[in-house]
């Protein structure tokens, strides 16, 4: 006779939830290791935001490292967990990891010249190959690896590695501002929970754990970070049936479309909501300048008014809408 089952929490969500705590433990720590040693010295990954203000962007690495974390440790917060589970929680981890190695690659030896498929792609036509070409096709062969690893049939892999590189894509398009990006994986972590899958669990997790250090403007995710979540969300997805991946692959493909001519910043400047969500958290932003109250040595570019290199982004910061 089995035993009657206890009042309590139900052990899928507490699972969940000891995934997203590991997850969240695992990218604090990182974050603080990697501050105390980041790898090739504090310059490397310093940039300034729009305050002029200095930030890391040691918060993708770090993120991205809890969130793997979380991933491989998953089965064993869930009761039989079979090879099917464990396979599931390495293709998370394969997405997250390929994502946040191109991303980084893409974060430190970028230029920032050429921005979105359009740019990348036309300078592969001139015979250019740029990082963010490279990240392009790095992240292709990462979904693929994913979608490998998780299984199936050959046309659930070439759906799923389209879902994998396109979500580590599109992610990547929202990290403009503070705590942007990691309320949009909030955001897609609560859709896809409802399927039954834990998987977004980890990157959940990290990006939560993390997001005081974005919205206050000390840190930002960067390609390797946005990247990471994107594809491990993606790879998340690949539980869902198949009829509801095409239409998140078909979701995706139209919003990367889309930011190609539509600045989704000003969408959700002019939409109430949004706007509402976007600003939660943030740092009032400075009051404007006038021209008049500033002396004409001290204007961007001087009297012709043309914005310097810093003033344009080129010191790193957050990247232009179409940026990869």
């Given at each position: 006779?089995?035993?009657?089952?206890?009042?309590?929490i139900p052990r899928g969500l507490a699972g969940y939830a000891v995934?997203?705590?590991?997850?969240?433990?695992?990218?604090?720590?990182?974050?603080?290791?990697?501050?105390?040693?980041?790898?090739?010295?504090?310059?490397?990954?310093?940039?300034?935001?729009?305050?002029?203000?200095?930030?890391?962007?040691?918060?993708?690495?770090?993120?991205?490292?809890?969130?793997?974390?979380?991933?491989?440790?998953?089965?064993?917060?869930?009761?039989?967990?079979?090879?099917?589970?464990?396979?599931?929680?390495?293709?998370?981890?394969?997405?997250?990891?390929?994502?946040?190695?191109?991303?980084?690659?893409?974060?430190?030896?970028?230029?920032?010249?050429?921005?979105?498929?359009?740019?990348?792609?036309?300078?592969?036509?001139?015979?250019?190959?740029?990082?963010?070409?490279?990240?392009?096709?790095?992240?292709?062969?990462?979904?693929?690896?994913?979608?490998?690893?998780?299984?199936?049939?050959?046309?659930?892999?070439?759906?799923?590695?389209?879902?994998?590189?396109?979500?580590?894509?599109?992610?990547?398009?929202?990290?403009?501002?503070?705590?942007?990006?990691?309320?949009?994986?909030?955001?897609?972590?609560?859709?896809?929970?409802?399927?039954?899958?834990?998987?977004?669990?980890?990157?959940?997790?990290?990006?939560?754990?993390?997001?005081?250090?974005?919205?206050?403007?000390?840190?930002?995710?960067?390609?390797?970070?946005?990247?990471?979540?994107?594809?491990?969300?993606?790879?998340?997805?690949?539980?869902?049936?198949?009829?509801?991946?095409?239409?998140?692959?078909?979701?995706?493909?139209?919003?990367?479309?889309?930011?190609?001519?539509?600045?989704?910043?000003?969408?959700i400047a002019r939409t109430p909501v949004l706007n509402w969500l976007?600003?939660?958290?943030?740092?009032?932003?400075?009051?404007?300048?006038?021209?008049?109250?500033?002396?004409?040595?001290?204007?961007?570019?001087?009297?012709?008014?043309?914005?310097?290199?810093?003033?344009?982004?080129?010191?790193?910061?957050?990247?232009?809408?179409?940026?990869?």
């Open positions: 006779m089995s035993e009657p089952r206890r009042p309590g995934t997203g705590a590991t997850a969240a433990g695992a990218a604090r720590l990182a974050y603080a290791v990697l501050n105390r040693r980041p790898p090739g010295g504090i310059k490397t990954w310093s940039r300034s935001n729009h305050r002029g203000e200095p930030l890391t962007l040691l918060e993708g690495p770090a993120v991205a490292a809890g969130a793997i974390a979380g991933a491989l440790c998953q089965p064993l917060y869930r009761p039989l967990a079979g090879p099917a589970s464990w396979r599931a929680s390495a293709a998370i981890a394969v997405g997250g990891a390929g994502a946040a190695v191109f991303g980084a690659y893409d974060d430190l030896a970028g230029s920032g010249d050429r921005r979105g498929f359009r740019g990348h792609l036309g300078a592969l036509r001139h015979g250019e190959v740029t990082t963010g070409a490279v990240k392009i096709g790095g992240i292709g062969l990462t979904g693929l690896a994913s979608a490998v690893t998780a299984g199936g049939p050959p046309a659930d892999v070439a759906l799923n590695a389209a879902l994998v590189a396109g979500a580590a894509n599109l992610l990547n398009l929202f990290d403009l501002r503070p705590g942007r990006a990691i309320k949009v994986a909030i955001v897609c972590a609560a859709l896809l929970s409802p399927g039954g899958s834990a998987g977004p669990a980890a990157p959940l997790g990290a990006g939560v754990g993390l997001l005081g250090e974005d919205l206050g403007e000390r840190a930002m995710l960067g390609d390797a970070g946005a990247n990471a979540l994107g594809a491990m969300l993606g790879a998340s997805a690949t539980s869902l049936p198949r009829p509801a991946r095409i239409a998140a692959l078909a979701g995706i493909a139209g919003l990367t479309a889309a930011s190609e001519k539509v600045s989704f910043t000003r969408v976007d600003m939660l958290g943030r740092r009032p932003s400075p009051p404007p300048i006038s021209a008049a109250s500033v002396p004409a040595q001290r204007r961007p570019g001087g009297p012709g008014g043309m914005a310097s290199p810093q003033e344009r982004g080129a010191s790193g910061g957050r990247p232009p809408e179409s940026a990869p």
